[in-house]
């Protein structure tokens, strides 16, 4: 028989594991977070699949890569959402968020007895996206680039700046509402887009107290050409990210209250996960748009409170990832685990440090023949492999947790093992690699042929 516990399910957008208290940030930008993580069991080596929103929620909701069924850019009816299976064990469903990557626009409203998603005014999406177009013609345009001052000032007008999503607090007074109407046991879903840039809402929470005009000057800056920002700046930036982290913070603590007010906290299990990082530099950039598989990316929080709080404060070392979510709440609830999610049940290892399928974690970058990106992450190594270039980088991630010494060409062999790894999932996901590059290479031209992993 199925328990009747709540699911709550939270995400944040490009919420880096490193500035959460809890996870050993050094600033005090998440008291209720760690809170929460006293009464959770909390993962310490959770990693997303995929570097972006549009891949990673894929195995967050079903409990499959990003690019299986057909790619990401569409959730196809022939993956089994969370939402979905649930639905049919007689729970209500509801999500509430305002990315547009998540929209109905991709089917993720099916199943949803309750869809909330939010788009600003014509005028406002329209000089955001303007804006957006200038910043990827100017990276590769001179002449634009000299003349988007001027252009600036016309956008402005418009204020393109102004966030092309709702924030916190605007999502957790819907999700309240839609609480105190609700009728039985439920799935509520909701994400949050605060820390995901440009971080220009709450500056006055940042250590720095950053005026609106410079972090607007910054922020434009570090879209343009990232190279370009000072020390000096990026440490604005990092304080601007911040204060974006200390919002989002206090307003959870506000959904936490009211949950607890209305007798659900006790009575759900709540999961607190990111769908990806952000780079702060670390790697040359801002941001995650580039699809970059460095830690600063792919390394998420992944906090789990069970009802009646259960392993309370518990913390697993053990190799997860999004994909394990699922499966999780299923076995939870007391349901047979569907056979088509192919993530790992996290329930057994809170009594047994063991967990014999996490042997390492795929992620996916860009997805694309001839230009896939992908990572494979084990406790001991970090493996990118960039098919455009045939690039492979190899880090001992223990010693070396920044990525900073590539030892590709000292470890042939532990190269060679996780690119067969890495091919066999390009194969499995109905992505052969292209051939292209391994033209000049015909006995592993011939070997991957001969184990199916090309064409």
């Known amino acids: 028989?199925?328990?009747?516990?709540?699911?709550?399910?939270?995400?944040?957008?490009?919420?880096?594991?490193?500035?959460?208290?809890?996870?050993?940030?050094?600033?005090?930008?998440?008291?209720?977070?760690?809170?929460?993580?006293?009464?959770?069991?909390?993962?310490?080596?959770?990693?997303?699949?995929?570097?972006?929103?549009?891949?990673?929620?894929?195995?967050?909701?079903?409990?499959?890569?990003?690019?299986?069924?057909?790619?990401?850019?569409?959730?196809?009816?022939?993956?089994?959402?969370?939402?979905?299976?649930?639905?049919?064990q007689g729970y209500t469903t509801a999500a509430f968020h305002s990315n547009p990557y998540l929209s109905s626009t991709y089917n993720y409203d099916k199943y949803?007895?309750?869809?909330?998603?939010?788009?600003?005014?014509?005028?406002?999406?329209?000089?955001?996206?303007?804006?957006?177009?200038?910043?990827?013609?100017?990276?590769?345009?001179?002449?634009?680039?000299?003349?988007?001052?001027?252009?600036?000032?016309?956008?402005?007008?418009?204020?393109?700046?102004?966030?092309?999503?709702?924030?916190?607090?605007?999502?957790?007074?819907?999700?309240?509402?839609?609480?105190?109407?609700?009728?039985?046991k439920f799935f509520l879903w909701v994400h949050y887009m605060d820390t995901h840039w440009p971080w220009l809402s709450h500056q006055s929470l940042s250590s720095e107290k950053i005026n609106s005009k410079d972090a607007y000057n910054i922020w434009w800056k570090m879209l343009i050409d990232p190279s370009a920002i000072t020390n000096e700046e990026l440490t604005n930036i990092t304080d601007l990210y911040d204060g974006e982290i200390k919002y989002l913070d206090h307003v959870l603590g506000n959904l936490f209250n009211n949950l607890k007010k209305m007798d659900i906290y006790d009575n759900s299990i709540i999961i607190v996960t990111s769908d990806h990082g952000e780079e702060l530099g670390d790697h040359g950039d801002i941001g995650h748009h580039n699809a970059k598989l460095y830690e600063e990316i792919i390394h998420i929080p992944l906090m789990i409170r069970f009802s009646r709080k259960k392993n309370s404060g518990k913390k697993i070392d053990n190799l997860v990832s999004l994909l394990d979510i699922a499966p999780t709440v299923a076995d939870f609830l007391g349901s047979k685990i569907p056979d088509e999610w192919m993530g790992n049940n996290l329930i057994p290892i809170l009594t047994n440090d063991t967990n014999e399928a996490s042997n390492g974690v795929i992620s996916e970058g860009k997805i694309k023949r001839g230009l896939n990106t992908l990572s494979y992450r084990s406790k001991k190594w970090k493996y990118i492999f960039n098919e455009a270039n045939n690039k492979h980088e190899l880090y001992a991630i223990i010693h070396d947790p920044k990525e900073k010494q590539n030892l590709s060409a000292l470890k042939p062999n532990v190269v060679q093992k996780f690119r067969t790894i890495i091919y066999e999932h390009l194969k499995n996901t109905g992505n052969p690699i292209s051939i292209s590059y391994l033209k000049n290479d015909e006995r592993l031209l011939e070997r991957l042929k001969a184990l199916g992993y090309m064409e």
């Not at 990693?47 to 967050?60: E, L």
């Open 1 to 88: 028989m199925m328990s009747d516990e709540n699911v709550v399910l939270i995400t944040i957008d490009s919420l880096r594991t490193d500035h959460i208290g809890v996870y050993g940030y050094h600033k005090e930008t998440t008291p209720n977070l760690d809170r929460f993580a006293e009464e959770s069991v909390i993962f310490s080596n959770a990693f997303t699949n995929g570097a972006h929103t549009a891949i990673s929620f894929p195995s967050i909701l079903t409990s499959a890569y990003g690019s299986m069924y057909g790619g990401y850019g569409y959730l196809s009816t022939e993956r089994l959402s969370i939402a979905e299976w649930i639905s049919k």
């Open 112 to 184: 949803f007895d309750v869809f909330y998603d939010s788009l600003f005014s014509k005028a406002s999406s329209l000089s955001f996206k303007i804006l957006i177009k200038l910043v990827e013609l100017a990276q590769e345009n001179k002449i634009i680039r000299n003349i988007i001052p001027y252009i600036l000032k016309i956008l402005r007008c418009f204020k393109p700046y102004k966030l092309p999503y709702e924030d916190a607090q605007q999502i957790t007074q819907k999700v309240i509402r839609w609480l105190e109407k609700r009728d039985k």
